[in-house]
């Protein structure tokens, strides 16, 4: 009788159903009346005394077995046809959120779009580099302090392979391979050993432009940065240079633009100037131009540089540098609307 009920046991847990209908014949097969338990019930009455004790047990716990497995496999029925009733092919798909463009991307767009209409193409460079194409070729002596590992992420010393501090990189690599005429604009991701907080981050985005042929003037450079002004930040913009100082340009400038919130009037956002920063500009140094394979004797040029994150302050008033790289989309969906 043992044998019997253990060949049950087994048997039972290999038990499978795919329909209502199959688990009521396993039900009849074991725990009818004329079932399999009911058999081994029969036989127990014939069993000597000193085993009932035991063999009870054992067919009060196959009993169970039986009972719970019946349960399991109704309930895995009935489940997987909720989920049948719950499929109707004839309804419409759930709307997909449209997605919006980041607004560093929507502004990077409209720099290089004015820009473009100036006739200047987009040149792309590499984001680790070395020290030539990052400082040496743009006359920056050997202990400038933009070199400082404090400033520089270096990814190896001797030679020097380093995350470019600024885009400047690419005019040193675009003069290399390029005679004048050069007129490039060079948009991209630059990298400064910076604690992270609302005004600084160890990653930023820039984008510099570049213009070489003979008679190039600072003349040239003005009317550009005006128009740029002009496109980006409306009609009514006014610029103004201030003398600045850069390695690679000389002069060098810093282009501000009447505060584009008070119209100029002074407000806190430009500390009551009514002028704010955006770009630094210049024309390009004699030495840059020679160190890159350019007759500096014929030809001359202008550079200019901004940050995209600072464009975008102005235009859409972010308040905090993290935000655009935070990827929170209550912060990304307010661009849903600009293009
Ligand atoms: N490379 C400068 C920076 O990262 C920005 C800059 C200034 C670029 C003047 C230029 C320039 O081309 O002429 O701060």
């Known amino acids: 009788m043992i044998d019997r009920i253990n060949q049950l046991r087994a048997e039972i847990d290999g038990l499978d159903a795919k329909t209502m209908q199959d688990v009521e014949t396993i039900r009849i097969k074991y725990l009818s009346k004329k079932g399999a338990i009911s058999e081994l019930m029969a036989d127990f009455r014939t069993v000597p005394s000193e085993q009932k004790r035991e063999l009870g047990q054992k067919l009060n716990e196959l009993k169970t077995i039986v009972t719970e497995r019946l349960n399991a496999l109704r309930e895995k029925l009935e489940q997987a046809d909720s989920v049948a009733a719950d499929m109707d092919l004839t309804r419409t798909a759930a709307p997909m959120p449209l997605g919006s463009r980041h607004p560093l991307s929507l502004v990077r767009n409209e720099i290089v779009s004015i820009f473009s209409r100036l006739g200047f193409t987009i040149a792309e460079g590499p984001e680790i580099e070395d020290d030539w194409h990052v400082f040496s070729s743009l006359n920056f002596a050997e202990d400038h302090p933009a070199r400082d590992m404090q400033d520089t992420f270096f990814i190896q010393r001797t030679p020097d392979v380093l995350l470019r501090t600024h ?153 905090d540098l993290r935000m655009f790289s935070e990827n929170d989309v209550r912060f990304l969906q307010q661009f849903r609307s600009a293009h």
């Open 167 to 319: 885009t400047s990189s690419v005019q040193s690599r675009v003069m290399e391979n390029t005679q004048p005429p050069i007129r490039i604009i060079c948009p991209g991701r630059v990298y400064r050993n910076e604690a992270i907080s609302a005004r600084a981050h160890c990653f930023f985005h820039q984008v510099e432009a570049l213009y070489v042929d003979r008679n190039v003037s600072f003349a040239d450079l003005r009317q550009t940065l005006l128009y740029f002004a002009r496109e980006m930040f409306g009609p009514e913009t006014k610029i103004r240079l201030r003398p600045s100082y850069f390695p690679f340009t000389e002069p060098s400038a810093e282009m501000d633009i009447s505060c584009n919130l008070c119209g100029g009037k002074g407000c806190s956002f430009c500390k009551h100037t009514g002028w704010v920063e955006i770009l630094g500009c210049g024309m390009v140094d004699p030495n840059v131009l020679d160190a890159c394979g350019i007759d500096s004797g014929t030809y001359t040029g202008f550079a200019l540089g901004m940050g995209v994150e600072r464009i975008t302050n102005l235009k859409y008033q972010v308040k």
